[in-house]
């Protein structure tokens, strides 16, 4: 790519994102968006429609300034722990291209440019150079001035080391603050039985009451037997829907509203005879919810293994209430094992197969085999503002919409591999995706670059490393690109919540409400497996790069400082917590960095290789060891206090509670804690509410009203 084509392509991405800033300045003042831009505020009672109209139609940065002011106290208050883990994930990567970009900009970029191994740099024809010029490429074979690359990856690779230990340290520390500092939890409290065997002439009951009175009798308080209830749970969903449609058409026609009230009392008298007979004996799913009096001794009993047959008893702590995920309690051992060797072969396929749009991609960069490919396009091709905005803008483009279909898909496969917790799930298509990013965005954009004039070379393993190191510096000027298309834009368009206006627009077309069907607002949560892994590859080809690619930086500076203003912005406005993981997903950042350090040195071994500077590669060699034994000690380390709370931790606050006079009332109802909702008695018909007993749309009720009152706000919305 030439610099051209990389200007073409920032200009666009800066119009669109200056575009998104400013139309949300606007757009989110006026009080038909409300429930579009600030719906948390909207359902906690925060905000008033302006009186002032002109001051509504002004673009105001205010927004920015409450966001920067936004305090990591307040913050974890607010949004809960795994929000602080997520903003303090962007500052990191934020503080380790500030020191990578001094160092890149500054010292290794007016290095690469003074080379001639490709050409002699001429500022006059810039715009004509290709971005080659400004990598390690450009550098002449055997230059001394490799060693000052050389020396360059010890530094930031010892700085970044520094940051994760420190990181490491704090989140360990404030998950155990934040675990001294909450109240009685049903979860903690709480283990998930699965494989319980039940003897001939017993029942499910009466086995997990017998066995933990045995094993547990100081301990063991109760327990709760879950029952099959997936039947009943899409005959609710089928209900909300109806009753969805009967909201949103009140002003319709009388036939339409009769045939509807006709499927809702058919759908309420099915339910009402599924919930009698999923409560009969024999319903019973052979898993159960165990309660405890203590948290040590829930802890200990989830931990153990219970019976000389592993499979049978297995235990795990219990999520929380709000958390839970039903669908899957009435798998066997066999059936969760089957789905998760089900799940790898889907995600193999899935991620062979988007390799087809990868090298699509890369066709799109190279005008010369879009030449051969499509010869009737060369006399368009050779247009020069179409050629820079196909090779600059459009591949980028491309790609990104296909990677939107990506999380969702992720998120379904983790949803059926057997996990009862919304939050598993979550972390589970977070490692999911990422793994994805990294093989089919990095490893598959950088291979397929040299798989038209080198695939037999490829297909020798021994060539593999050095191809790496040739191929990953040529895709810089791709990866800039890609940066400013699926970082700053896409970054601005979420804070615009494109797709969420156009929705809104669509339902006040059809005059239809843009709340749930009991009248509250609609308050999203955090996608937290769509949005770290994208930070995470950021970072990845930030480490990778900065000694390749200087160029990269800048760019990368200027996506996280975006990021950092737009998701405490989002935090504060539109986001509530659904559940907390109190920052297990840290952990997996900690592996992405490691990761990205190892693979920053394994291409540093091949570059000073094939730069005819053997000596620098001795010199590397040992850097992945370190990191890797640094990494070790980190996981032995810290790694402890995210599995599983101390005893210490555990004990010193059971005695703190030992003394609550509200310990009993919390016993008495962790008992019903578990219920599943569905089996509830429901009155759908004299109530508009549709919302199942014991069940709340996330962490914080608090902030949840109806839209009427919500309208009657004191407190000015003007910013």
């Known amino acids: 790519m030439i610099v051209s084509a990389l ?20 757009i989110r003042k006026q009080p038909g968006n409300f429930n579009v831009y600030v719906p948390r505020l909207l359902a906690g009672k925060g905000i008033e429609r302006s009186h002032y109209f002109l001051q509504r139609l002004i673009p105001s940065p205010a927004w920015v300034t409450a966001a920067w002011k936004l305090s990591e106290e307040e913050l974890l208050s607010t949004s809960g722990l795994d929000a602080l883990v997520f903003i303090r994930t962007i500052t990191f990567c934020l503080k380790v291209f500030i020191f990578a970009g001094a160092i890149g900009l500054f010292v290794l970029l007016p290095i690469n440019a003074s080379g001639s191994q490709i050409d002699v740099f001429d500022i006059i024809a810039i715009p004509n150079v290709t971005l080659d010029l400004f990598t390690i490429t ?10 000052v690359h050389c020396s360059a990856v010890y530094l930031v690779t010892a700085f970044v080391c520094f940051l994760l230990y420190h990181e490491y340290q704090y989140i360990s520390l404030k998950r155990i603050a934040y675990f001294y500092s909450s109240k009685p939890q049903p979860h903690q409290f709480t283990i998930l039985v699965r494989g319980i065997p039940v003897p001939i002439g017993s029942s499910i009951r009466e086995s997990v009451d017998s066995f933990f ?9 109760s327990h709760l037997v879950i029952h099959r209830t997936n039947k009943l749970w899409h005959l609710v ?6 009753r969805r449609l009967q909201f949103q058409s009140a002003n319709g026609s009388s036939k339409s509203n009769a045939d509807l009230e006709k499927t809702l009392g058919g759908l309420e008298e099915n339910l009402r005879v599924e919930q009698s007979h999923e409560s009969l004996p024999g319903r019973e799913v052979r898993s159960a919810f165990v309660f405890f009096k203590s948290r040590y001794g829930a802890t200990v009993a989830s931990q153990l293994q219970q019976s000389e047959n592993p499979t049978n008893w297995v235990t795990e702590q219990a999520p929380d209430p709000k958390d839970v995920y039903w ?19 889907t995600y193999i396929l899935v991620t062979a197969l988007f390799i087809i749009p990868v090298v699509l991609v890369q066709g799109l960069t190279n005008l010369s085999q879009l030449e051969i490919w499509f010869p009737f396009l060369t006399g368009i091709l050779s247009k020069k503002y179409i050629s820079q905005i196909l090779t600059g803008y459009l591949p980028n483009l491309i790609l990104q919409m296909f990677l939107k279909f990506v999380p969702p898909v992720m998120e379904f496969l983790s949803s059926i591999q057997g996990h009862v917790a919304h939050s598993e799930i979550q972390r589970s298509a977070c490692d999911k995706f990422l793994y994805f990013m990294i093989w089919n965005v990095f490893f598959a954009t950088v291979l397929s670059g040299s798989i038209f004039t080198q695939l037999f070379e490829l297909l020798d393993l021994k060539n593999i490393p050095s191809e790496l190191a040739s191929a990953v510096p040529t895709q810089a000027s791709f990866f800039i690109a890609y940066v400013v298309t699926l ?32 009248g509250e607002i609609n308050v999203p949560y955090m996608l937290y497996h769509k949005d770290i892994p994208k930070i995470l590859f950021f970072g990845l080809l930030g480490i990778t790069y900065f000694f390749l690619a200087p160029l990269i930086l800048p760019f990368l500076l200027i996506y ?16 509530a917590p659904k559940f907390e993981t109190a920052g297990k997903f840290w952990p997996t950042v900690h592996n992405c960095m490691i990761f990205s350090l190892v693979l920053m040195h394994s291409i540093a071994l091949g570059i000073f290789t094939l730069k005819k500077l053997p000596e620098a590669s001795t010199i590397i060699l040992p850097l992945p060891l370190f990191t890797l034994l640094f990494n070790e000690y980190c996981r032995k380390r810290f790694l402890p206090n995210f599995v599983a709370y101390s005893a210490e931790t555990l004990i010193n606050k059971d005695r703190e509670d030992a003394n609550d006079p509200g310990m009993p009332e919390f016993f008495d109802k962790l008992i019903t804690a578990y219920k599943d909702p569905a089996l509830y008695p429901m009155q759908f018909s004299d109530s508009d509410d549709l919302r199942l007993p014991n069940q709340s749309d996330n962490l914080t009720d608090p902030l949840l009203a109806s839209v009427s009152a919500a309208k009657e706000m004191v407190i000015t919305y003007v910013a």
């Not at 002449?140 to 060693?147: D, R, V």
């Not at 996280?560 to 986001?575: E, M, T």
Request: aromatic share 18%; glycine share 4%; hydrophobic share 40%.
């Open 7 to 26: 200007l073409t392509s920032v200009g666009i991405n800066s119009g669109l994102c200056i575009l998104f800033f400013t139309l949300y300045s606007i």
């Open 138 to 147: 450009n550098v002449n074979n055997g230059s001394k001035w490799l060693w």
């Open 213 to 221: 009175k045995k094993y547990y009798p100081s301990t063991y308080l």
């Open 237 to 242: 969903k089928a209900y909300e829907r109806v």
């Open 327 to 345: 669908p899957f309690f009435h798998a066997s051992f066999l059936d969760r094992w089957m789905s998760k060797v089900v799940i790898i072969v």
């Open 487 to 518: 970082g700053w834009t896409s970054t601005s368009s979420d804070l615009f919540r494109i797709l969420q206006f156009i929705q809104s627009l669509c339902k006040k077309c059809c005059c239809c409400s843009d709340n749930d069907v009991n």
């Open 560 to 575: 996280f400082s975006l990021a950092y203003i737009v998701f405490k912005n989002q935090f504060i406005n539109v986001y």
